[in-house]
C-alpha cells in the first residue's frame, strides 16, 4: 500500500502546488461572485419623528426585522456582518397621501451597503399597524386585602383620579387604576401607606403597555375591628340580682364595633337593669350598654321569662370500658391508659322537658388525662410499686341540663 502511494509522488506534489497556485489566483485576481444570507436583521422605522407628531404610536410594539441574501465580490462581502447592516424604511399608508394612519401601515425596507453588493429580501414589504396615542384620566379605587379587610372605616386617596397615557386599545381597557391595601398588622388603628396603582381591566386584571403620569399613590385607612360577643340581661329583683339564666333575649350576641385595644378585652356585654317586676309577658325591651368608643350596629333587645318546662330526672350506669381518654400525663397516654379497677358510673341527669328526650348516648364520659394534677385529689402507689393516678370523670352532651352527677367521681388510671 505504502510503496502505491509513493509511486509518481513528484507528480501528485507538483499537482498539489498547481492547485493551491490556480485557488490563489482565483480569490486574488478573479475575486468570485458570491451570496450570503442574514436572518433576523434588526429594522429602523426613518420616519418616527413624523409618526409622533401625527400622535400614533407602533402597536403592537414587536422588534421589527427582516431577512436578507446579499450577493457579490467575494472580498467584499468578507468585510459585512449582521451587525454593519442598516436595514431601514418609512411607515406610509397605501392611500394617495401615503401618510402613517391608525391601523396597517406597509414599511418599503432599503438597506445601505457597500458599492457593487446586490440585496434581495424574502419579504421587501413588512406590515406595521399603528394605534392613536391617547391620555385619559382614570379613577383610582381602593381594593381592600387581608383577614380584617371588613374593619377598614374609612379610606383617603390623595387623588381621585390620575392620567394615563397608550395606545387607544389598550386605554380603553383601562376601568381602574387599582391601589391594593393589605391589612397586615391587628394591632394598627390607623395606616398611611404608599401603594403602587395598577391599570385594571373591567375583569380585574391588569392591563399592559400604559403609562401612568403617577405610579405611586399616598393612601391612610382608619380601621377599627369587629367582634361578636354575648349579651347577658341585667335583671334585679328589689336590691338583688336575678338569675340571667332564667330569662331569653330575642338576640343573644351582637356584633361590636372599635379599636384592637379595647376590643380584645371584652367577652360580654350587659343590658341597661330592668327590674323583673316589669317583665311582662311580652317581655320588655332593654337598652345594650356598650364601653366607652365602642359601637354596635343593635342598639335594643327583648327579655323575656323562660318558659319553664317540667323537671326531667334520668340515670345512666356505664362500664369502665365505655370511657374515653383524652390528652396525656407522663407515661401515660390516652391510647394506653385504662381505668385500674372494673367499677360502674351511675350518672344521673336533671333537664327541663322542654329539651326533648335524652338518652345514655347522648352523653359521654371521658378523662382528660392532662387536666389531673388540679383536680385530683390525691396520689397513690399500689402494692406493686407502679405508678397510680387519680383522675376526674368529665361529661360532654349537646344538651343544656340543668346538672349532672356522677359517682364515683375519681378513678385510678394506669
Sequence with gaps: MINKL??????????????????LYVIVEVDPVEKIK???????ISNMS???????????????????????????????TKENILIYGEVS????????????????????????????????????????KITESKPVKTIIEGADKSSVLTTKLEKEKVSITGPRSQVDKVEYLAAHFKIDNKKIDKFDQTIELIPTDANGESVSDV????RYINLEANVEYKKRVKVIPNIVDGDEEADANNFDLNVGEIEIVGKKE??????????SKVNIADIGENGVEATIVLPQNITSETKKVTIKRKEVGILISKSFTYQASEVKFEGSYGDISADTATIADDVDFKVN??????????NKSDIILYINLSQNSS????????????KVELFRINTKTKFDVNSIKISPEYVSVK
Design 375 to 386: 383536680l385530683s385529689p390525691n396520689t397513690a402507689l399500689n402494692q406493686s410499686s407502679s
Design 38 to 44: 442574514f436572518e433576523d436583521v434588526p429594522v429602523t
Design 93 to 132: 399608508s397605501s392611500g394617495s397621501s401615503n401618510k402613517p394612519v391608525e391601523g396597517q401601515n406597509e414599511i418599503k425596507l432599503r438597506i445601505n451597503t457597500p458599492e457593487n453588493i446586490n440585496t434581495s429580501f424574502k419579504s421587501s414589504i413588512l406590515i406595521v399597524k399603528l394605534e392613536k
Design 50 to 80: 413624523e409618526i409622533n407628531e401625527l400622535g400614533l404610536i407602533v402597536y403592537p410594539e414587536n422588534e421589527l426585522k427582516a431577512d436578507v441574501v446579499l450577493s457579490g465580490e467575494m472580498s467584499k462581502l468578507k468585510k459585512i
Design 6 to 23: 509513493r509511486e509518481n509522488l513528484k507528480i501528485k506534489i507538483v499537482s498539489l502546488i498547481a492547485a493551491i497556485v490556480i485557488w
Design 211 to 214: 403609562k401612568l403620569t403617577q
Design 262 to 271: 379595647l376590643i380584645d378585652s371584652i367577652e360580654f356585654v350587659k343590658t
Design 349 to 358: 341527669i336533671e333537664y327541663d322537658s322542654k329539651i326533648g328526650n335524652i
